[in-house]
């Protein structure tokens, strides 16, 4: 294929540099911003997630940034999650959707005070949602897009590489908390969070100045832990079941149907601009939701539309991500199916660029 041409509405990163130093192999435009695909090969990035530790320049996992008296009363509007309980400290992962209950993005909220939180985007513009919503409702917030840059230390060896460098406190931070830590007089907020199913940190980098100085530091310190520039496994992100917006699901899709419903506690999320619809739909329950599927034969070329899947000649489906999985010897997938075809084990055909293959519904994910 060819390259992406450079322009300011394709936004490099504090951690550009340090991704070409490293020996970046492709790009993806996420938040009209470079995000990593590849480094040496999707799959030798996956072995290598799963065996050591990688850094990860996620800076296009953007900030909506909500300050003010009004900031919780419009956090709440904006999911069917209810946030009455969460505290500063916290993150929580929020479907967020509009008043059809259509998802607008699956973001991670992070909350710095009562008055100030974070919404760490997917791909989605939902900065030009929440300012609707504020200006519209005469809300005391201002919403804006700071200069935050999320860098993930990623794989099975993050926690001995950031202890080496914060010190051995870090390893106390619980999953989906986070803590500040001081490195060289800059305040970091980091999170034991990230977009894999291996464990590990989110650094959230305000300003760009200490980008590269963050990113050498770490790199210098990963040496004896085999570090490497990484990014989000398309591999290791469908066996674990992480969802991506855009791909996966859409504007399309409730939450429920997305399989997300365990992130929703609609009936008490008084606020919700969604909740009505929410309420209707989830009442009946959705009539096709996300699934996990394996796909026979030899590794499927890369799934850049909508495959459909079929029962006979009859559409049930849809299938939106899949990738041959090293470890599991089989093609793995994520797709959406109709409620007559979703039961485990129940085997479809799906349409692939290459030609139809036998797919089969499964239980569970992989990780
Ligand atoms: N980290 C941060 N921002 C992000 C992502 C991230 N923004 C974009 C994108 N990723 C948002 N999507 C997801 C999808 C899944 C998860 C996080 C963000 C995730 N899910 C876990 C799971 O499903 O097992 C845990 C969810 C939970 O239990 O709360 O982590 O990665 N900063």
């Known amino acids: ?9 394709v936004r490099r990163t504090p951690f550009s540099d340090g991704v070409e130093a490293a020996g970046v192999k492709s790009y993806t435009v996420y938040n009209r911003m470079l995000l990593p695909t590849v480094f040496r090969s999707v799959e030798e990035d996956y072995h290598h997630l ?21 900031a919780g009363r419009l956090m709440q509007m904006l999911t069917p999650r209810d946030l009455r309980g969460m505290l500063p400290g916290q993150c929580l992962y929020i479907p967020i959707v509009d008043e059809t209950g259509g998802m607008l993005n699956d973001p991670v909220a992070v909350k710095i005070s009562d008055e100030r939180y974070w919404i760490s985007i997917a791909d989605s513009d939902l900065l030009l ?18 200069d935050v840059s999320p860098l993930a230390i990623q794989g099975p060896k993050a926690d001995d590489l950031m202890a080496s460098v ?31 199913k291996q464990g590990g940190f989110e650094i959230y980098l305000e300003g760009s100045e200490f980008g590269m100085p963050l990113w050498n530091t770490l790199m210098e310190a990963g ?24 791909n996966d699901m859409t504007r399309d899709n409730t939450p429920h149907e997305a399989g997300l419903g365990r992130f929703c506690s609609t009936q008490t999320a008084i606020g919700c601009v969604g909740r009505d619809a929410l309420l209707r739909v989830a009442k009946e329950g959705p009539v096709k939701q996300m699934r996990s599927m394996s796909v026979a034969g030899d590794p499927v070329p890369a799934c850049d539309r909508v495959w459909p899947v079929k029962a006979g000649d009859k559409l ?25 075809h979703w039961d485990a084990g129940t085997e479809l055909t799906v349409e692939t660029p290459d030609g139809p293959r036998q797919a089969v519904v499964e239980e569970n994910f992989w990780i």
């Open 1 to 9: 294929m060819a390259t992406i041409a450079p322009s300011r509405r």
């Open 50 to 70: 799963k065996d050591a530790v990688q850094i990860w320049d996620v800076s296009c996992e953007r900030q909506v940034e909500l300050r003010g008296r009004d």
């Open 129 to 146: 949602w929440v300012k609707g919503l504020a200006f519209g409702l005469h809300l005391d917030v201002l919403v804006e897009e700071p």
């Open 166 to 196: 914060f010190g051995d406190s870090i390893r106390d931070i619980k999953f989906f908390r986070y803590g500040w830590f001081n490195l060289e007089g800059h305040d970091l907020l980091i999170a034991r969070s990230g977009y894999s």
């Open 223 to 246: 040496k004896p832990f085999d570090v490497h520039a990484g990014c989000p496994n398309l591999i290791e992100r469908i066996e674990g079941g992480l969802l991506s917006y855009g």
């Open 316 to 340: 049930v489906g849809q299938m939106t991500s899949a990738a041959w999985s090293p470890d599991y010897k089989t093609n793995v997938a994520i797709g959406m199916v109709r409620m007559t």
